[in-house]
């Protein structure tokens, strides 16, 4: 199986701080690679997809990079509402894994 | 609109059975590639089987013999047969959408999950 690895596994920001996020693959997984946000009680929602591509109707202040083993997801400028845990997923192979989640928290 | 909508959740014993189903609208769950992720309580998430456009069918290692995938095509309904459930498939089961239709990808569309608690 793909390992998946994040971190930081949690982080405090400042609204309007830069936040990044590292995601580390096991193996090459060229860019299939995917990020997701989950707010508390609530499903996960597609962000960016294939590394870089932004879902529709996500604001542009979220972005990813990355490929082979290393990636990065990055929100431009923190606000209120994106508080929320972030997961990475590669699709390269099955079983698709997830990383473990990174919490966002508000300083 | 296009939405899924999970039902079937619940409370059963260890060694028990329960069927979950995903009610799609505004696609035709036959056309795409469906899965199911789980997520135990205050834990990641993570992938629990997959059926294709094609009808093949994969599942992870951790409940591989036990649970089965499949769709009612006329029901435009995916579902999750769980047989012989252990305490540590407590978790809350979500199905989604592959965001491509004839090749893998990430999960554009998810339902709002249903708990399902293995426990005596």
């Known amino acids: 199986d793909i390992q998946m690895t994040q971190s930081p596994s949690s982080l405090s920001a400042s609204v309007g701080d830069r936040v990044t996020i590292t995601c580390q693959a096991s193996q090459d997984i060229s860019n299939y690679l995917n990020w997701y946000q989950q707010k508390p009680g609530k499903a996960p929602k597609l962000l960016i997809y294939?590394?870089?591509n932004l879902e529709t109707g996500v604001p542009s202040r979220f972005s990813g990079s990355g490929s082979g083993t290393d990636f990065t997801f990055t929100i431009s400028s923190l606000q209120p509402e994106d508080i929320a845990t972030y997961y990475c997923?590669?699709?390269?192979?099955?079983?698709?894994?997830f990383g473990q989640g990174t919490k966002v928290e508000i300083k | 609109e296009v939405q899924l909508v999970e039902s079937g959740g619940g409370l059963v014993q260890p060694g028990g059975s329960l069927r979950l189903s995903c009610a799609a609208s505004?696609?035709?769950?036959?056309?795409?590639?469906m899965s199911w992720v789980r997520q135990a309580p205050g834990k990641g998430l993570e992938w629990v089987s997959v059926i294709y456009s094609g009808g093949s069918t994969y599942y992870a290692d951790s409940v591989k013999g036990r649970f089965t995938i499949s769709r009612d095509n006329s029901k435009n309904t995916l579902y999750l047969q769980m047989n012989s459930l252990r305490a540590e498939d407590t978790a809350v089961y979500y199905c989604a959408r592959g965001k491509y239709s004839s090749s893998p990808g990430a999960f554009d569309i998810w339902g709002q999950g249903t708990m399902v608690t293995v426990s005596s």
């Open positions: 505004g696609f035709t769950v036959s056309s795409n590639y």
């Open positions: 997923q590669q699709y390269d192979n099955l079983p698709r894994t």
């Open positions: 294939d590394a870089s």
